[in-house]
Nanobody
Framework: QLQLVQSGGGLVQPGGSLRLSCAAS????????IGWFRQAPGKEREGVAC????????YYTNSVKGRFTISRDGAKNTMYLQMNNLKPEDTAIYYC?????????????????WGQGTQVTVSS
């Protein structure tokens, strides 16, 4: 079965850190473009970070540059989003996504596989 299963997330104070994980099964992430998206209430889903297949290129939306890091572990077939210095405006449901191929972008329609989503709440 081809799927992505997410873990991590939760409630954190401003300035805190969280790491989201996303384990793939049924296909390998090594040759897949991967991405993290988020959706806040009343807003459209937006791309946060993506990494091209083979890890050649990485892109971040401006609001998270220098704070978030996307990565992958081939041995575990798992992708991650490390989030540091979190802000209240980072509060959203976060989704991982993947598509076989080498190019990544922030268009949700580009991706074939999606995680179930996990809530991240940044609040004091």
């Amino acid at each position: 079965q081809l799927q992505l299963v997410q873990s991590g997330g939760g409630l954190v104070q401003p300035g805190g850190s969280l790491r989201l994980s996303c384990a793939a099964s049924g296909f390998t992430l090594d040759y897949s473009a991967i991405g993290w998206f988020r959706q806040a209430p009343g807003k459209e889903r937006e791309g946060v970070a993506c990494n091209s297949g083979g890890g050649r290129n990485t892109y971040y939306t401006n609001s998270v540059k220098g704070r978030f890091t996307i990565s992958r572990d081939g041995a575990k077939n798992t992708m991650y989003l490390q989030m540091n210095n979190l802000k209240p405006e980072d509060t959203a449901i976060y989704y991982c996504a993947a598509v076989e191929g080498y190019v990544c972008n922030f268009n949700p329609q580009f991706y074939d596989f999606w995680g179930q989503g996990t809530q991240v709440t940044v609040s004091s």
